[in-house]
C-alpha cells in the first residue's frame, strides 16, 4: 500500500462554521506534511509533523490548527476561515523526515470557504 | 534551498523524447536535484533524484551537469498521460530537522504532450 488518502475530497464551508480534513496512511511513515495549493500556483508548506510532534509550522494563521494522534493519521481542524483559503490542502508522507526521502502525496481536498 | 529557474512551459510529440531543462546556477555541494510532476487534479508525484551522477529509472532519466549549475530531467517515450506541470527542486543534503528538511516548490514548467 503506497497510499496516503485524503478525506473528503470536495468541502464547502462558511466563514463561521467549523470542519476537519483528514488525511491517512499506512506505508509505516514517521513524517506528515499539509502543504496548501492556489489555483495555477507551486504547493506551499503549512506544516510538518515527524514521529507525532510538531517540527515545522510555517507561520501559518491560528485558524488551520494540525493535530497527528497517530503515526498513520494527520488530521487539520479548521475554524473561522476566510473565503482566500480557498484552495487545494495537499497531505504526504516519508519514511522519516531527512532530506533524500520522497515525498508520498494524497490527492487533496478542495476546499471552497463561502 | 538554491533557487531553480525553468521555461513555463514547453511542448512535444507523443512518443518521442521530452527533455525538461532546469537551472540551478547557485546549487552548493550537498544539495540534491529533485524532481516531481503534478498531473491535473492530482497531489505531486514523486520522479527521480541525484546529487552529481546522472540517475535513471522506471520513469524517466536525470542528467546532471559536471558543474551541476544545470539538469536536465529526460522523458525517453512521452504518452498523452505525461502531459503535467513539471517541479525541479533542489534541498539540502544533511540528516536532521528544520529548515533544511523543507521541500519547497518553484513555479515549474507545464509540459504539453501532442498527439
Known amino acids: 500500500d503506497t497510499e496516503v488518502t485524503q478525506t473528503p475530497k470536495h468541502l464547502v464551508m462558511g466563514m463561521t462554521n467549523k470542519k476537519s480534513l483528514k488525511c491517512e496512511q499506512h506505508?509505516?511513515?514517521?513524517?506528515m506534511y499539509w502543504y496548501k495549493q492556489k489555483a495555477k500556483k507551486p504547493p506551499e508548506l503549512m506544516f510538518v509533523?515527524?514521529?507525532?510532534?510538531?517540527?515545522i509550522n510555517e507561520s501559518v494563521p491560528s485558524r488551520f490548527s494540525p493535530e497527528c494522534p497517530n503515526s498513520s493519521l494527520l488530521n487539520l481542524h479548521l475554524h473561522a476561515l476566510q473565503p482566500e483559503d480557498s484552495a487545494l490542502y495537499l497531505c504526504?508522507?516519508?519514511?522519516?523526515?531527512?532530506?533524500?526521502?520522497?515525498?508520498?502525496f494524497g490527492s487533496g481536498t478542495q476546499l471552497s470557504v463561502l | 534551498d538554491a533557487k531553480t529557474t525553468q521555461p513555463p512551459s514547453m511542448d512535444c510529440a507523443e512518443g518521442r523524447a521530452a527533455n525538461l531543462p532546469c537551472n540551478h546556477s547557485?546549487?552548493?555541494?550537498?544539495?540534491?536535484v529533485y524532481w516531481y510532476r503534478q498531473i491535473h487534479s492530482q497531489g505531486p508525484q514523486y520522479i527521480i533524484h541525484?546529487?552529481?551522477n546522472n540517475e535513471t529509472n522506471e520513469m524517466a532519466s536525470l542528467i546532471i551537469t559536471e558543474d551541476r549549475k544545470s539538469s536536465t530531467l529526460i522523458l525517453p517515450h512521452a504518452t498523452l498521460r505525461d502531459t503535467a506541470v513539471y517541479y525541479c527542486?533542489?534541498?539540502?543534503?544533511?540528516?536532521?530537522?528544520?529548515?533544511?528538511?523543507?521541500?519547497?516548490f518553484g513555479k515549474g514548467i507545464t509540459l504539453s504532450v501532442r498527439p
Open positions: 541525484g546529487l552529481k
Open positions: 547557485t546549487i552548493s555541494g550537498n544539495e540534491y
Open positions: 504526504a508522507s516519508s519514511q522519516v523526515l531527512r532530506l533524500n526521502e520522497k515525498l508520498f
Open positions: 509533523y515527524s514521529y507525532e510532534k510538531l517540527s
Open positions: 527542486i533542489v534541498r539540502v543534503a544533511s540528516v536532521g530537522t528544520g529548515a533544511n528538511s523543507k521541500l519547497t
Open positions: 506505508m509505516g511513515h514517521r513524517a
